[in-house]
Every structure is written in C-alpha cells, then in structure tokens.
C-alpha cells in the first residue's frame, strides 16, 4: 500500500510502500476510500506545525472499517465511517462540559501522532516507523487508528463527500453554530475563503446571517464565496484597507462577528479591527506554532470586543459530523461544490502547489 510521507520540513511529500502492524484491542483498520488535503497538513510539512517525523499526512479521510479490535464497540467491520481529526474520551473535566473537540486525554495525546497506547502502526519498507497525523494519517490507501476516530454514517453518503465532513465542513460549521452563535439578522465578515472559509459562509448564511462579507486575496474564491451565500466581497491585497470596507457595508458600525479563517496572526488583528466595538473575532485557522499575537490593548479599555478561538469547531464530533451530513442529504449544505480538484496520491505535490495557487477550495483523493 501507498501513503504521503514527510521525511525532512521544507521538502517534497515522498509517496512510499507502507505496511501495518497488528490491529490492537481498541483499533480499527480502515480501507481509505477518499480523502482530503488540508493546509494544517501542508503546515506540517513545511515545519509550521512541528510534528514528530517521519509522518503520514492526512486528517480528512472517509473509508470502510475492515477489521476491528476485540474491545471496539462503536463501530464493526463493513461500517462506511468518517474518521474525526480528533478523539475524546467522554469522562474528563472538559469532556463532561461538551467540550469534546478539548478533550483532556484527547489533546494530550494528539501531539504524539502516535496511537494513544504509545505506539506507532507503520512502517516504510526501510523499516522505519512512521508517525500518523492526528493519530490518523488518511492520505494513504489503509490505516490503524483508534476506535474513538470512526463515526458511522449512511451507506448512501459518497465518500468524496464524506471525508469533507471529517475536517473542513466541520470545523467551518462548528465554529458559527457551536462557539460564536451566530444569530439571524447579525452581521458577519469571513477572512479566507478556502475549504473552511465557505463553510463558515454557507453556514452563516443559513442561519440568517445579513450581511455575510467574504475577504480574500483570490478573485477565484470570493466569485465561490458569492456562490456559497455572502452577500459582499472584498478582494484584498496590501493597499486595501479592509477594516474600513467592512465598516463601510455595516454603516459605520463594524461586524458583529470576524472570522479569521486562514491561520495568519496579521490577519486575526485584521478581524479584530473589523469588529464593532461588542464584536467578536474567531481564530479558526492554524497559525505556525512560534508565532504570536499582537491587538491594541487601549482598546480593551475602550470597547467590548472579544476574542475568542474554535478549535475544530468547538464542536461534539459524533455528533456533529451526522448533523452535518443530514444538512448535506436536506440540501442545506453545499460539500460536492467545495471539492475543486481531484488528484492521484503520486501527484500530491502538485495537489500542495495549486493549494498555494490560491484557486484551490478543497483538494481530494479518491481510492478505487
């Protein structure tokens, strides 16, 4: 079998012959069927986000479970699964508020990339073993992972739509619904308009939202985010001053909400200066991991602006992974018109530069 693999940050993903181990108690192996290339993996190959290496990318998968452990309870072989980018545990402090996407166990264990029992699943035919993204690793033809990433959806569902629900609808979803609220009649402004930056639209839209202003450096992308609901579009670039556009179609007022979806602390404070004086800026995209924050601190004395972050949603994810794939069966949700290329695996490099292209929502591999 093949998969994706970082060998050394900065240099191009190797595709290699991989082997897996042993299924454990609590693992499922699941036969990839499609899956998602998504910036936080392209961030990992570049060292932004400085994962153990060597690692299988891929966080965004769809597949059929085709063996599982003996302790495994929530899923069975021949289930159609999506597989979340994050597990909880369903008894800690964090789990026990809903916070499920900030799991005690399951954060202290994503960061090893490793299966939670400590130890690696596979291997390169040079014998080294290999670390998973987000203990998964989708980019690759099969995978182990724990039992706690699979969440069963309908046999009808097609894979190339479900694996969108694993990262990019979710995340964009949740972070409307589950932590800024957004309520009909309020006003939104999305910076990015990528894979999560149109769920961001499409979702604010269907709740209401009015209006909905979609911010990109790409004409390519604002003409999708018109598709996907908002209502106006700023093409920005270093002579635009874009806080002042967005003020201006709120009537001097700000937006109630920004959304900084691209993961870029210059444009976080672009959200924040965007923002009424009760607005609230969400920090849904990923920034590399030794960069930091800088907002106007007289502000803080001077208004009631918030800032606050969503980590994958901020959302429950056997839950809302199904709630989202409902949406998508009602005909609510847009996913089949976020996928706007299709590549082989061999060709995943070419698939990372076309995302730096710009024109790129969301690209996908889809295993025969």
């Known amino acids: 079998m093949k998969a994706a693999v970082v060998y050394k940050y900065g240099q191009p993903i190797d595709v290699v012959d991989v082997e897996l181990g042993d299924v454990g108690p609590s693992d499922i192996r699941v036969k990839i069927k499609a899956t998602g290339l998504c910036h936080s993996d392209v961030a990992t190959q570049t060292g932004d986000l400085p994962f153990p290496l060597p690692i299988i990318l891929g966080h965004e998968g769809s597949g059929i479970v085709t063996e599982v452990g003996a302790d495994v309870t929530q899923t069975k072989v021949g289930d159609h699964v999506v597989l979340s980018a994050l597990i909880h545990c369903g008894v800690c402090a964090q789990c026990e508020k809903g916070h499920h996407n900030i799991c005690e166990w399951g954060l202290g264990v994503l960061g090893t990339c490793a299966n939670p029992d400590g130890k690696l699943r596979a291997t390169d035919a040079e014998g080294n073993e290999l670390h998973q993204f987000a203990l998964l690793g989708t980019l690759t033809e099969e995978l182990i992972c724990h039992e706690k990433h699979a969440v069963p959806i309908p046999d009808d569902v097609p894979f190339?739509?479900?694996?969108?629900?694993?990262?990019?609808?979710?995340?964009?979803?949740?972070?409307?619904?589950?932590?800024?609220?957004?309520?009909?009649?309020?006003?939104?402004?999305?910076?990015?308009?990528?894979?999560?930056?149109?769920?961001?639209?499409?979702?604010?839209?269907?709740?209401?939202?009015?209006?909905?202003?979609?911010?990109?450096?790409?004409?390519?992308?604002?003409?999708?985010?018109?598709?996907?609901?908002?209502?106006?579009?700023?093409?920005?670039?270093?002579?635009?001053?874009?806080?002042?556009?967005?003020?201006?179609?709120?009537?001097?007022?700000?937006?109630?909400?920004?959304?900084?979806?691209?993961?870029?602390?210059?444009?976080?404070?672009?959200?924040?200066?965007?923002?009424?004086?009760?607005?609230?800026?969400?920090?849904?995209?990923?920034?590399?991991?030794?960069?930091?924050?800088?907002?106007?601190?007289?502000?803080?004395?001077?208004?009631?602006?918030?800032?606050?972050?969503?980590?994958?949603?901020?959302?429950?994810?056997?839950?809302?992974?199904?709630?989202?794939?409902?949406?998508?069966?009602?005909?609510?949700?847009?996913?089949?018109?976020?996928?706007?290329?299709?590549?082989?695996?061999?060709?995943?490099?070419?698939?990372?530069?076309?995302?730096?292209?710009?024109?790129?929502a969301r690209g996908i591999v889809v295993f025969d």
């Open 160 to 360: 190339d739509v479900a694996c969108l629900a694993g990262c990019g609808v979710l995340t964009g979803m949740g972070a409307v619904v589950n932590r800024a609220k957004v309520q009909e009649g309020e006003s939104v402004a999305v910076i990015g308009c990528g894979g999560v930056g149109l769920n961001v639209i499409q979702v604010a839209a269907m709740l209401g939202a009015n209006p909905v202003i979609a911010i990109d450096i790409h004409d390519d992308k604002l003409k999708m985010a018109r598709s996907f609901g908002a209502t106006h579009v700023i093409a920005s670039g270093p002579d635009v001053d874009v806080a002042a556009a967005v003020h201006e179609i709120t009537n001097g007022v700000g937006a109630d909400y920004a959304f900084e979806v691209v993961g870029i602390p210059e444009l976080v404070r672009q959200a924040w200066d965007c923002l009424a004086v009760d607005g609230t800026a969400i920090g849904v995209g990923v920034s590399p991991a030794t960069s930091e924050l800088s907002l106007p601190a007289f502000e803080l004395a001077n208004s009631e602006k918030t800032l606050m972050a969503s980590m994958y949603g901020s959302s429950q994810p056997t839950r809302d992974i199904l709630v989202a794939i409902e949406l998508y069966r009602d005909g609510k949700l847009k996913f089949d018109e976020l996928i706007t290329h299709r590549f082989e695996l061999k060709d995943i490099n070419g698939a990372v530069d076309k995302m730096h292209g710009g024109s790129d």
